[in-house]
């Protein structure tokens, strides 16, 4: 098959985050199995967009910013002759949809050239009641109602598209995230100082204050360990800097900017715990490349995959508390078997839950029969 996805934005320092992986993720395991691919995005960075990711080929255009907000208005007009000349030619089109100029281009393109196309919205589409949301559904929402089928990933995400499309919407479809365990196992020495991870945007969904806060507990009983986030900043860095500060944590506690994908490899490689301290996070990449590269989790229990990982014991599960937090990774430094458990079981459900090569034997079963 000839499938082209659509996904917002391709940037230098992964701002668009999972939604963007796993469009990669998905066509790389495609291509692996004879499928011809391509993915349209817009390209923000300071260097030229690459031709490929791994092997997907990649066409894209510059950002530019029409309408107000960080992606919502983002677009660039050529990206429509892309997508028209690109669309023309596939039998799929996938587009990974949120609320915004790219996605709702991209789906008028799809309906106009009478496409079978799907949408995945990655937890982007819930109901909204702003003036602005509505009046935007007022195109979009119809166009999303138009597609074969939409993809979700978990019940609370099939609830909220449920409510936004009403009963004349597409099929919603069931498909997990997933990575390629062989490709994520970085080995990468772990330093004697262990190394406790942040890796998300800077946005208070993310909640990297509440990953200060757990630092500041953990130094009190391990002052051996040290804290790096890494990530884009949608306007929490100065909080972070300034409870870094009153902490006294300056030479315990740094940002480290954002990463690149491999770079994310590299640093979920080599720390001793990864924290994701997010809440009602759908179902998170970083989670599942952390387990596959080997490093003890720690999340909330309103990220998505929480009660599998529990059921598991593929990762500490906690209320999202600092103090909980903060004793869940004493508990992993401290206990080299605890840390070799969690390391055995969060690999094992890579494997048997989040590989790509399921997600993409359920792709396929959905492209052909939707």
């Known amino acids: 098959m000839r499938l082209v996805h659509v996904v917002t934005l391709v940037s230098e320092d992964g701002a668009y985050g999972g939604p963007t992986s796993v469009a990669t993720g998905q066509l790389e395991e495609c291509a692996t199995r004879g499928h011809e691919v391509a993915l349209l995005s817009l390209w923000r960075g300071r260097s030229r967009p690459p031709a490929r990711i791994g092997s997907v080929p990649l066409r894209t255009r510059p950002a530019r910013a029409l309408l107000p907000g960080r992606f919502t208005g983002i677009m660039n007009p050529l990206l429509v002759r892309d997508m028209w000349r690109s669309m023309g030619r596939a039998d799929v089109v996938h587009?990974?949809?949120?609320?915004?100029?790219?996605?709702?281009?991209?789906?008028?393109?799809?309906?106009?050239?009478?496409?079978r196309f799907f949408t995945q919205t990655h937890g982007m589409v819930e109901p909204r009641h702003r003036l602005v949301a509505r009046l935007f559904d007022r195109l979009y929402v119809p166009l999303l109602r138009r597609a074969r089928g939409?993809?979700?990933?978990?019940?609370?995400?099939?609830?909220?598209?449920?409510?936004?499309?009403?009963?004349?919407?597409?099929?919603?479809?069931?498909?997990?995230?997933?990575?390629?365990?062989?490709?994520?196992?970085?080995?990468?020495?772990?330093?004697?100082?262990?190394?406790?991870?942040?890796?998300?945007?800077?946005?208070?969904?993310?909640?990297?204050?509440?990953?200060?806060?757990?630092?500041?507990?953990?130094?009190?009983?391990?002052?051996?360990?040290?804290?790096?986030?890494?990530?884009?900043?949608?306007?929490?860095?100065?909080?972070?800097?300034?409870?870094?500060?009153?902490?006294?944590?300056?030479?315990?506690?740094?940002?480290?900017?954002?990463?690149?994908?491999?770079?994310?490899l590299r640093a979920y490689a080599k720390a001793a715990v990864y924290v994701l301290p997010s809440v009602d996070e759908p179902f998170p990449m970083t989670v599942i490349e952390a387990l596959s590269a080997g490093t003890p989790v720690v999340c909330t229990d309103t990220c998505g995959m929480a009660d599998e990982l529990a059921r598991r014991g593929a990762a500490i599960v906690t209320d999202g508390s600092p103090q909980a937090m903060a004793e869940a990774?004493?508990?992993?430094?401290?206990?080299?078997?605890?840390?070799?458990?969690?390391?055995?079981?969060?690999?094992?459900?890579?494997?048997?839950?989040?590989?790509?090569?399921?997600?993409?034997?359920?792709?396929?079963?959905?492209?052909?029969?939707?």
Request: glycine share 8%; with cysteine.
């Open 150 to 264: 939409c993809l979700v990933l978990t019940e609370r995400e099939r609830r909220a598209v449920s409510q936004v499309v009403g009963p004349q919407g597409p099929p919603l479809l069931t498909l997990p995230n997933g990575v390629r365990p062989e490709r994520n196992a970085v080995v990468e020495p772990r330093p004697h100082t262990p190394e406790v991870l942040f890796l998300a945007r800077l946005h208070p969904r993310k909640r990297p204050d509440a990953f200060v806060e757990m630092a500041a507990l953990v130094h009190r009983r391990r002052p051996d360990a040290r804290f790096i986030l890494h990530g884009a900043n949608e306007g929490l860095l100065p909080t972070v800097r300034r409870l870094i500060a009153a902490h006294g944590l300056g030479g315990v506690v740094s940002y480290g900017g954002a990463l690149s994908y491999s770079e994310a």
């Open 329 to 370: 990774v004493c508990e992993v430094l401290g206990d080299e078997n605890k840390r070799q458990a969690l390391v055995k079981e969060g690999r094992r459900a890579v494997e048997e839950c989040f590989s790509i090569h399921a997600v993409a034997d359920r792709l396929e079963e959905i492209y052909r029969n939707h």
């Open 95 to 115: 587009i990974h949809a949120g609320r915004d100029l790219v996605s709702l281009t991209a789906l008028a393109v799809a309906a106009f050239r009478g496409k």
